[in-house]
């Protein structure tokens, strides 16, 4: 049974960080296209980051970009990301997926974890 377990959310002040965890039992996240998305009230999911081509590529969204960074410990099976100089506009609930293939889409992934709070204060 495959399961995504995220950890790590909270709430900091602007300019602080964060780092969000992803277990996956049940398959091995290198072999699928691991993603980040999130979604804050009365907004649609949206892709943050995403880790691909078994760990080699990753790709974000230009809000973040160069701020976070996704990574994944192929021996746990976890996947990461690191929030620095985390904005207000932050805010939301962050979830981690998986899909076959490389995609932005939320409708192409398979998987789901249940999701992290993160709140960012200014």
């Known amino acids: 049974q495959v399961q995504l377990v995220e950890s790590g959310g909270g709430s900091v002040q602007a300019g602080g960080s964060l780092r969000l965890s992803c277990a996956v039992s049940?398959?091995?996240?290198?072999?699928?296209?691991m993603a980040w998305f999130r979604q804050a009230p009365g907004k649609e999911r949206e892709g943050v980051a995403l880790?691909?081509?078994?760990?080699?590529?990753?790709s974000y969204t230009d809000s973040v970009r160069g701020r976070f960074t996704i990574s994944q410990d192929n021996a746990e099976n976890t996947l990461y990301l690191q929030m620095n100089n985390l904005k207000p506009e932050d805010t939301a609930m962050y979830y981690c997926?998986?899909?076959?293939?490389?995609?932005?889409?939320?409708?192409?992934?398979?998987?789901w974890g249940q999701g992290t709070q993160v709140t960012v204060s200014s």
């Open positions: 880790l691909y081509k078994n760990g080699q590529l990753t």
């Open positions: 997926a998986a899909a076959a293939r490389a995609s932005w889409l939320p409708n192409n992934f398979d998987y």
């Open positions: 049940g398959y091995s996240s290198s072999r699928y296209c």
